[in-house]
């Protein structure tokens, strides 16, 4: 599976954006995807993920109410809403796959970097 990670950009404070993810191979019933973040001079995060085949979510406490993680399994791509961007937000964000519950997220995308100005 290669995952190609798109949408980013530079946007103002209260702004949205939405970053799409697009898979190249199949994603089974079992995948999980999701979405992470590392902002400079930080660890990598969690941000959001979405079971391939249901509509169960998660999202770090600092995004819920805020982003949204969807799919499009036509399309064999999955997004993410996000809205009232704060500057915290700024980072790169990754895209990535696990092949099932126990999130060994073993394929990743190149990263999309958010710029969110105050």
């Known amino acids: 599976v290669q995952l190609q990670a798109s949408g980013g950009g530079l946007v103002q404070t209260g702004g949205s954006l939405r970053l799409s993810c697009a898979a190249s191979?199949?994603?089974?019933?079992?995948?999980?995807v999701g979405w992470f973040r590392q902002a400079p001079g930080k660890e990598r995060e969690f941000v959001a993920r979405?079971?391939?085949?249901?509509?169960?979510?998660a999202y770090a406490d600092s995004v819920k109410g805020r982003f949204t993680i969807s799919r499009d399994n036509a399309r064999n791509t999955f997004y993410l809403q996000m809205n009232n961007l704060k500057p915290d937000d700024t980072a790169v964000y990754y895209c990535a796959a696990a092949r099932n519950r126990f999130l060994n997220y073993e394929f990743w995308g190149q990263g999309t970097l958010v710029t969110v100005s105050s």
């Open positions: 191979g199949r994603l089974f019933s079992s995948y999980v």
């Open positions: 979405i079971l391939w085949s249901e509509t169960t979510t």
